[in-house]
């Protein structure tokens, strides 16, 4: 065994979603840069009846399987989660890297947290907080997230909002921030995107603006339609497609409203999971990527969107000041003020900026390495005398 393993725990394919699609790419560069890395994931994640959407699982041909990785975290088996710790106190690794995302984890994580830090003195346990607390979070969900990160021994974040939370709560560990890194797995798609538009009969003169995503209350899709709403005399020929799977009851929601806001012939709304093999469709058939959450922490989708070289216009939330230049890669705008976020959209294509944004991106994009992920994971392995 070679000194200072790495060990990563988190989701992976066939587990859907983004932080399935960054620990792919992190355990590549991981192991590049490493070597000796260890990848645990879960064999079963969150019971039916929790999960909002329809499954867990990736329907995609293309799965992101990776064959290093040991399936043995079942989330309703606490057994699992001992067998899993002494897998791993076996390996004898410097670091145990956990990715945290939800307070629904707190007694797995928590167990195996104990055990590595009962039978490995060294080791060091690094949390990559995706966001610290949930984004539907309540009392017992904040409780049970102070617990855990208390035993933590570093952070790394991809949000300063968050970076400057976790050192108020603990001034004296490390928390170290760097931009989400590009998510560059999905395949770029052959066909123009006049071809593309034909399948969901767009006009290749319309100016398509795409929403991306799970789609959550707090991602102010509302602020979009009504941006929407103010836009469609100025710009006869705009329109919004809404891809992704509607939390709950939010579809029927949306259905009605845009019915009586007459922007039925301005927006498609498809509430559907979209597959690995066809997310590159809709970000090079689109103008635009509009994300008017209401609060954020960090965000894969721009990520994605740099990858295609998709401009971005969003709002001042979360790590968007943080990876969006405004005027530059694309434009930021007031949460909530569909207003404001109406004379953004109507700056971009009436000044033609796309072309302009793209050829920034093209050149900003290269910032955005695994590397810098990687190198953040390593400072923490004590250094040799």
Same mark, same amino acid.
């Given at each position: 065994?070679?000194?200072?393993?790495?060990?990563?725990?988190?989701?992976?394919?066939?587990?859907?979603?983004?932080?399935?699609?960054?620990?792919?790419?992190?355990?590549?560069?991981?192991?590049?840069?490493?070597?000796?890395?260890?990848?645990?994931?879960?064999?079963?994640?969150?019971?039916?009846?929790?999960?909002?959407?329809?499954?867990?699982?990736?329907?995609?041909?293309?799965?992101?399987?990776?064959?290093?990785?040991?399936?043995?975290?079942?989330?309703?088996?606490?057994?699992?989660?001992?067998?899993?710790?002494?897998?791993?106190?076996?390996?004898?690794?410097?670091?145990?890297?956990?990715?945290?995302?939800?307070?629904?984890?707190?007694?797995?994580?928590?167990?195996? +947290?104990?055990? @590595? =830090?009962?039978?490995?003195?060294?080791? $060091?346990?690094?949390? #990559?907080?995706?966001?610290? &607390? !949930?984004?539907?979070?309540?009392?017992?969900?904040?409780?049970?997230?102070?617990?855990?990160?208390?035993?933590?021994?570093?952070?790394?974040?991809?949000?300063?909002?968050?970076?400057?939370?976790?050192?108020?709560?603990?001034?004296?560990?490390?928390?170290?921030?760097?931009?989400?890194?590009?998510?560059?797995?999905?395949?770029?798609?052959?066909?123009?995107?006049?071809?593309?538009?034909?399948?969901?009969?767009?006009?290749?003169?319309?100016?398509?603006?795409?929403?991306?995503?799970?789609?959550?209350?707090?991602?102010?899709?509302?602020?979009?339609?009504?941006? +929407?709403?103010? @836009? =469609?005399?100025?710009?006869?020929?705009? $329109?919004?497609?809404? #891809?992704?799977?509607?939390? &709950? !009851?939010?579809?029927?929601?949306?259905?009605?409203?845009?019915?009586?806001?007459?922007?039925?012939?301005?927006?498609?709304?498809?509430?559907?999971?979209?597959?690995?093999?066809?997310?590159?469709?809709?970000?090079?058939?689109?103008?635009?990527?509009?994300?008017?959450?209401?609060?954020?922490?960090?965000?894969?989708?721009?990520?994605?969107?740099?990858?295609?070289?998709?401009?971005?216009?969003?709002?001042?939330?979360?790590?968007?000041?943080?990876?969006?230049?405004?005027?530059?890669?694309?434009?930021?705008?007031?949460?909530?003020?569909?207003?404001?976020?109406?004379?953004?959209?109507?700056?971009?294509?009436?000044?033609?900026? $796309?072309?302009?944004?793209?050829?920034?991106?093209?050149?900003?994009?290269?910032?955005?390495?695994?590397?810098?992920?990687?190198?953040?994971?390593?400072?923490?392995?004590?250094?040799?005398?």
């Amino acid at each position: 065994m070679e000194p200072h393993s790495v060990v990563i725990i988190g989701p992976a394919a066939p587990f859907r979603g983004g932080i399935s699609h960054y620990n792919v790419k992190l355990f590549d560069a991981l192991k590049k840069l490493k070597g000796n890395s260890f990848y645990f994931s879960f064999k079963r994640m969150y019971p039916k009846f929790l999960y909002p959407g329809k499954t867990d699982k990736d329907i995609s041909k293309n799965k992101f399987i990776i064959p290093e990785v040991n399936y043995t975290i079942d989330s309703l088996n606490p057994f699992s989660w001992i067998f899993t710790a002494f897998k791993i106190i076996n390996l004898k690794p410097s670091v145990v890297v956990f990715n945290w995302w939800t307070a629904f984890w707190s007694l797995t994580y928590l167990t195996i +947290i104990i055990l @590595l =830090k009962l039978f490995l003195k060294e080791v $060091k346990i690094i949390f #990559i907080c995706h966001n610290v &607390y !949930d984004h539907e979070r309540n009392f017992i969900k904040d409780f049970l997230t102070n617990i855990v990160l208390k035993r933590v021994d570093g952070f790394i974040v991809h949000s300063s909002v968050e970076k400057e939370v976790l050192e108020y709560m603990f001034p004296l560990k490390k928390v170290h921030f760097c931009k989400m890194p590009l998510f560059d797995v999905f395949d770029d798609i052959k066909e123009n995107a006049s071809r593309l538009r034909k399948e969901f009969n767009i006009s290749s003169d319309a100016k398509l603006i795409l929403f991306f995503g799970f789609i959550r209350p707090y991602k102010g899709l509302d602020t979009l339609f009504k941006a +929407i709403f103010i @836009l =469609k005399e100025k710009i006869p020929k705009i $329109k919004l497609l809404v #891809i992704g799977e509607f939390m &709950y !009851d939010l579809y029927s929601k949306y259905v009605k409203l845009r019915k009586k806001m007459n922007l039925n012939s301005h927006i498609l709304l498809f509430n559907k999971y979209v597959p690995n093999e066809e997310v590159g469709k809709y970000f090079k058939m689109s103008d635009v990527l509009v994300l008017p959450y209401n609060k954020a922490t960090g965000s894969a989708i721009v990520s994605i969107a740099y990858h295609f070289n998709l401009p971005v216009i969003a709002t001042n939330v979360g790590s968007f000041p943080e990876i969006i230049i405004d005027g530059k890669t694309g434009y930021l705008v007031n949460p909530g003020d569909s207003q404001m976020l109406a004379q953004k959209i109507f700056e971009y294509f009436i000044k033609n900026k $796309k072309n302009e944004f793209q050829k920034n991106i093209e050149i900003y994009k290269k910032e955005f390495s695994w590397n810098n992920v990687v190198e953040k994971i390593l400072s923490f392995i004590p250094k040799e005398n």
